[in-house]
């Protein structure tokens, strides 16, 4: 089978699919609409097919001039960017793959949808919308970006949190959970390293990554458990993050807590890795978190892990088993999660065991591939219509 895939840029967690594909016999082509800074393109190198020059003129303007002081006006070309048409209609036909898969709905994926309706080529998005979620919008204009768009997805979030209580199942969406390697197994982790109980969490340095929310909940817990140790390892790529970030060290060293709390900016992989290594618990308490994958990379290391309720990706979390849900921006509730894990050795250690399996187990590409299936089969169940 020949996979392309039309991304906003090729993000790591892209890594163990496109390397399942290639170990399955398949042919993968990655597109990007950018190349991003950080990532790690060992499996492949996207092409970048990139925008069109009215629009980059559009973009420089209002990322310079018109919103110059918003932090996310450098991510409006993920929705409203649109490709050099020519380049990107003569990759699809020179490539001619059985499937197309397109990251979320845009004026980009709308673009690349109409190129392969007209190819015949069947196509698919790949959106955080998890499968269990709210009743979709009727107006007039998600109407007519659905009607824009292919009508079936893959996502890999099942639902928002754990809960699904109240949620509709939509029928179009396929869950294709993100794709891990075991790295670390049980029996060659070595917790509690230089006599510490190793927290690491991850977060861009920005609010809603709640950084200080998750110092405060170790902060809470020092007395009780004096060789609780925090590593936050953030990225720090514009000014805004400048400013967060400043923000955050200031807080630890008015707390007195330069022995307790250690912050990392830009780690390399290597780097990220050795941090994952020497973990003995990781925590990711963002909210609007719609599809986080570093709770599953750290589970892969044997490490329990602790998510909150805001996040898309919770429910690759076993309660009581693999780690912990605690209640979004609830520093109490965080608190409490983190010293259900620590409180007992051979409990956090138990659960570090749990976590490998589950990733052994439920994070492979067969699952992935599973759900492929299924969308290739609605398909032909369609016929010739595309």
Not at 242 to 257: A, C, D, N, Q, T
Request: proline residues 5%; hydrophobic residues 35%.
């Amino acid at each position: 089978m020949k996979i392309m895939y039309m991304s906003h840029r090729y993000h790591t967690n892209q890594s163990a699919i496109v390397k399942g594909w290639k170990d399955h016999g398949d042919e993968v082509l990655f597109c990007s609409q950018y190349a991003g800074k950080i990532e790690d393109y060992t499996d492949t190198e996207p092409v970048v097919i990139g925008y069109s020059p009215l629009y980059r003129m559009l973009d420089y303007v209002y990322v310079h001039f018109l919103a110059r002081n918003n932090p996310a006006a450098i991510d409006l070309k993920i929705k409203c960017g649109f490709p050099p048409i020519r380049k990107l209609a003569g990759t699809i036909k020179s490539f001619r793959p059985d499937l197309v898969i397109m990251r979320e709905r845009s004026l980009y994926s709308i673009c690349t949808y109409a190129l392969c309706r007209h190819y015949r080529i069947p196509s698919c998005l790949y959106m955080m919308n998890p499968v269990w979620g709210e009743k979709p919008k009727m107006d007039l204009p998600h109407r007519i970006v659905r009607k824009l768009t292919p009508p079936l997805r893959l996502t890999p979030s099942m639902v928002i949190g754990i809960e699904r209580k109240g949620k509709i199942k939509d029928k179009n969406a396929f869950f294709a959970p993100y794709l891990m390697e075991p790295q670390v197994s049980p029996e060659e982790k070595e917790y509690f390293q230089g006599g510490r109980i190793n927290i690491f969490a991850i977060g861009k340095y920005q609010e809603r990554k709640n950084h200080f929310l998750m110092i405060q909940a170790v902060e809470a817990l020092m007395d009780k458990y004096p060789r609780i140790h925090l590593n936050i390892a953030g990225e720090m790529s514009n000014d805004f993050h400048k400013e967060y970030y400043g923000r955050v060290k200031k807080y630890i060293k008015e707390h007195s807590l330069e022995k307790t709390v250690t912050l990392y900016t830009n780690l390399n992989k290597e780097r990220m890795v050795e941090e994952y290594k020497k973990a003995d618990l990781f925590v990711i308490p963002s909210t609007g978190e719609p599809g986080a994958v570093s709770h599953l990379e750290a589970m892969a290391f044997s490490v329990p892990a602790i998510g909150g309720t805001d996040n898309g990706t919770a429910s690759y979390i076993i309660p009581g088993e693999t780690g912990y849900i605690f209640q979004d921006k609830s520093v109490e509730d965080l608190a409490k999660k983190i010293e259900l894990v620590i409180k007992d050795e051979l409990e956090l250690k138990r659960m570090g065991k749990k976590a490998y399996e589950h990733v052994k187990n439920d994070f492979q590409f067969d699952k992935y591939y599973d759900s492929v299936k299924k969308v290739m089969e609605r398909y032909r169940q369609r016929g010739k219509n595309f």
